[in-house]
């Protein structure tokens, strides 16, 4: 049976995605001041379909208040199965769920751009997607990370419509299931380098890829010393001027804690300590699984608190929860809804979480270079 994924992408992109515009519907227009109500607004992903998130933090710690949490499928999966989403400026790029296929897609504006590879896409490819700041408009540019013989680099140019290979990497390893952030057009990763150019050991530190340069900066400090005990969850963005971390002790009773940064560019960045929650103090923080299930956070730092999303799955379904944790031992847990997933428990993905902030970012092709593309 021939399905969506199937088709031809100027079938799909052409005559079929662009009449899914979901500008109009409220759960995104409503929440286009989002910044001014503080609500955050975001993309969750689950069973090969996108929901929109939003989550009202505001009055978060007031006694009796209420925090709503809600979301809402996207029609758009019904067509497209997706297995991978990464965010930039108001732009989801989507790996479809056989891994073949590239979809840029801007949700306000119902705007979409398959993107073909230069040879093939790979199942064990690592994307991002970011811009670069040579003009005052915006060039956003795709990076892929071939990871077949050390970390082959190439990137895509919104703009010429083209790939270029930028070479292979070999002293540095990407943490794969750790979810990077974009910020100011760079993206960030979780990773470690060689310590030196022979030494066999690694030590851990933050890869920012500059699409400007269309290259790594120098690795970046990260707030621990490579301690056996901790390990990096995950990274998000904060006020989408600085990255937030958050770390965990591995060891039965220890502790979390959440960095942002001061300073941050492709070279160089300085860390503050957001707080940090004693794990013994807290019985039901060790219910959220740090290690895998946490890599799904944001930060309120006019109340101190972090949102930890993590997913509870039973037989026939899978139940996001968002859990709001403070230093001084606030603790609340709010389920979020009910996903149906008929996936086997050992093929079945993790959430992924994006913050959005709508945008009117144009991604259609030129229509002379499209005439010629296609002639």
């Known amino acids: 049976m021939t399905t969506m994924n199937d088709l031809p992408h100027d079938l799909i992109g052409e005559k079929i995605l662009t009449n899914y515009n979901i500008s109009d519907s409220e759960f995104i227009v409503g929440r286009e001041t989002s910044r001014h109500h503080r609500e955050f607004l975001g993309f969750m992903m689950a069973s090969n379909k996108i929901y929109p998130f939003s989550f009202d933090i505001q009055g978060i710690r007031k006694h009796n208040s209420s925090v709503d949490p809600s979301m809402k499928q996207v029609n758009l999966l019904d067509q497209v199965e997706i297995s991978k989403v990464f965010h930039c400026d108001g732009l989801l790029l989507c790996v479809t769920k056989d891994n073949t296929k590239l979809l840029v897609w801007n949700p306000y504006v119902g705007q979409t751009r398959w993107i073909r590879p230069r040879k093939c896409f790979k199942k064990s490819d690592l994307y991002a997607i970011g811009y670069d700041n040579n003009n005052k408009v915006r060039n956003y540019k795709i990076l892929r990370l071939d990871r077949y013989c050390g970390i082959r680099l190439e990137i895509y140019d919104f703009s010429s419509d083209s790939w270029s290979v930028l070479g292979v990497i070999s002293h540095c390893i990407i943490y794969q299931f750790r979810r990077g952030v974009t910020l100011k057009g760079c993206n960030y990763y979780l990773g470690s380098v060689r310590k030196t150019s022979t030494a066999p050991s690694f030590k851990?530190?933050?890869?920012?890829?500059?699409?400007?340069?269309?290259?790594?900066?120098?690795?970046?400090?990260?707030?621990?010393?490579?301690?056996?005990?901790?390990?990096?969850?995950?990274?998000?963005?904060?006020?989408?001027?600085?990255?937030?971390?958050?770390?965990?002790?591995?060891?039965?009773?220890?502790?979390?804690?959440?960095?942002?940064?001061?300073?941050?560019?492709?070279?160089?960045?300085?860390?503050?300590?957001?707080?940090?929650?004693?794990?013994?103090?807290?019985?039901?923080?060790?219910?959220?699984?740090?290690?895998?299930?946490?890599?799904?956070?944001?930060?309120?730092?006019?109340?101190?608190?972090?949102?930890?999303?993590?997913?509870?799955?039973?037989?026939?379904?899978?139940?996001?929860?968002?859990?709001?944790?403070?230093?001084?031992?606030?603790?609340?847990?709010?389920?979020?809804?009910?996903?149906?997933?008929?996936?086997?428990?050992?093929?079945?993905?993790?959430?992924?979480?994006?913050?959005?902030?709508?945008?009117?970012?144009?991604?259609?092709?030129?229509?002379?270079?499209?005439?010629?593309?296609?002639?």
């Open 204 to 375: 851990s530190c933050l890869l920012c890829f500059d699409y400007t340069r269309e290259r790594y900066g120098q690795p970046l400090p990260i707030p621990y010393n490579n301690n056996f005990h901790k390990q990096a969850v995950s990274l998000s963005t904060a006020r989408e001027e600085n990255i937030a971390a958050l770390y965990f002790d591995s060891r039965l009773y220890g502790t979390s804690e959440i960095w942002v940064t001061n300073k941050i560019e492709h070279n160089a960045v300085s860390w503050s300590k957001f707080f940090k929650v004693e794990m013994t103090m807290m019985n039901q923080l060790r219910v959220l699984n740090f290690g895998l299930n946490a890599d799904i956070f944001f930060v309120d730092e006019e109340n101190k608190v972090a949102v930890v999303i993590t997913n509870s799955r039973s037989r026939s379904c899978n139940q996001p929860k968002a859990s709001i944790i403070g230093e001084d031992g606030y603790f609340k847990s709010i389920k979020i809804g009910e996903m149906n997933s008929n996936l086997p428990t050992e093929l079945y993905p993790l959430l992924v979480f994006s913050p959005y902030i709508p945008s009117l970012v144009q991604i259609n092709r030129p229509l002379e270079k499209k005439r010629e593309r296609d002639a």
